[in-house]
């Protein structure tokens, strides 16, 4: 039996946040193992916490969907390290070492636990056919676009800007037109409702793999690339905070921050269920 913690992400709320299934000492579980447990428990990711095999990192990370392994995710490094800390973990350093499949990522404590926002795999401008699957994809016009560009950090994700939060709330993706896409949408909050939602943007992620389709309550990697474009851009400031989730009865929220040329994606963890797992 190993010790299991289910993990709420991007929010101090209960059950308002995105869950992580988070299996510990985890290094003699197979592949197959962790594939069937990650199906079973049905959540956007399940992680399994390995002993580093790089000297320069704390823990090593390996992250599951319902589908396969990813090289990166975010609300999974934010529930790790709070689950590997939880569990008595220790780091070197004031700045916890994450080793996964796309390398070492930084994880800070303070304020609240944050990662690092790892270099893009892909940028740049999506071409001119995928960008019309893209559009077909979230049924919107040519028009209602402001931007849209790679910003895949590992998971596939293209970033689309549509503006106002109000253009992103009512958004109704087009299912059977989505096949394998992976697509954030961003837009901004009006002055007086950010106030009161303690949120300056809105966001929304949605993902297929031609089979199911799905909308991510509070996606850690889709904020982390959102800001490396668009802060890079100029077109949102050094800092802010994000809403996602509130669309399919979330409340997560993201804070993003540009400190000294890196972008750091912080929100609340807190653990929900701990027990035992048989695998």
Known sequence: MLSFRQVDVFSAEPWLGNPLAVVHDADEVSEEQMARFARWTNLSETTF?????????????????????????GHPTIGSAHAWLEAGGVPRGDVLVQQCGAGLVDVRRSPRLGFAAPPLRRSGPVDADLRARVLAGLAVDEAAVHDMAWIDNGPGWIGVDLGTAEAVRALVPDVAAFTDLKVTVIGRCATAEAADLGADVEVRAFYADGRDFGEDPVTGSANAGLAQWLIGSGALPPAYTARQGSVIGREGRVRVEADAGEVWVSGDAVTRIVGEVDL
């Open 49 to 73: 916490l390995c002993a580093p095999t790089d000297p320069a990192a704390d823990y090593r990370v390996r992250i599951w969907t319902t589908s396969g392994e990813l090289p990166f995710a």
